[in-house]
Each structure stands twice: as structure tokens, then as C-alpha cells.
């Protein structure tokens, strides 16, 4: 089992920054590629980033691209997401997920095992 508790999240004006946090326990934080997922009201949970357990490799949704860096401390035990120029559709509950497979970054929601409680951003015009 991983358990993930996210954090960071609140309210900001159009073109601020925020930095969102995931800390992970229980199985070797390393051995897990991570992503970061978000889900509007009233819309489907969609893909935002994503980072192989070195580091190494990442993915963005094209909607983030340019605006959104995930990183990883795994000294910490620690996934991050900076969001920056947010815009008020990023709005939305922004949930960490820990894929077994180490190598890959991946967009797929189903190959994430463990899925932390979310962290709400909102984002106001």
C-alpha cells in the first residue's frame, strides 16, 4: 500500500502560481513514477502530468504544457506540481497517483494503483 496526502492548494487570481505538493508513505517512494490528475465539476478526471520514478522521464496534458513543471524529491518522499499563469478553467480538485511501473510516465488512468483524497484550486478571473 502508498498512502498519499496532497497539499498546496487554494484560491488564486488568474496568472498567479501555485505549488502543489504530494507526500507519499508506506512502500518505497522510488520504486513508483507518479502523476497528477484533476477533475472539474460535473467533468471527467483528466490527466495533467506525470514523472518515471528517476525523474528522468515526464508528460504533459497540452493544456499545461508551458505553464505546469511536475518534479520529485525522493528524499522526501515528495511529488510536486508547479502550476504557474493559471487560468480559471484550471479550477478544478488536483489528485496525485502512484504507478507501479517505474520507467514509463504515463497519461493512462488505469495503470495508477493508489490515488491520494485531492487538493481543490481555484482560480478566480
Known amino acids: 500500500q502508498v498512502q498519499l496526502v496532497e497539499s498546496g492548494g487554494g484560491l488564486v487570481q488568474a496568472g498567479g502560481s501555485l505549488r502543489l505538493s504530494c507526500a507519499a508513505s508506506g512502500r518505497t517512494f522510488s520504486n513508483y513514477a507518479m502523476g497528477w490528475f484533476r477533475q472539474a465539476p460535473g467533468r471527467e478526471r483528466m490527466f495533467v502530468a506525470a514523472i518515471s520514478a528517476s525523474g528522468s522521464s515526464t508528460e504533459y496534458a497540452d493544456s499545461v504544457k508551458g505553464r505546469f513543471t511536475i518534479s520529485r524529491d525522493n528524499a522526501k518522499n515528495t511529488v510536486y506540481l508547479q502550476m504557474m499563469y493559471l487560468k480559471p478553467d484550471d479550477t478544478a480538485a488536483y489528485y496525485c497517483?502512484?504507478?507501479?511501473?517505474?520507467?514509463?510516465?504515463?497519461?493512462?488512468?488505469?495503470?495508477?494503483?493508489?490515488w491520494g483524497q485531492g487538493t481543490q484550486v481555484t482560480v478566480s478571473s
Open positions: 497517483a502512484a504507478d507501479p511501473i517505474p520507467w514509463r510516465a504515463t497519461n493512462v488512468e488505469s495503470r495508477y494503483d493508489y
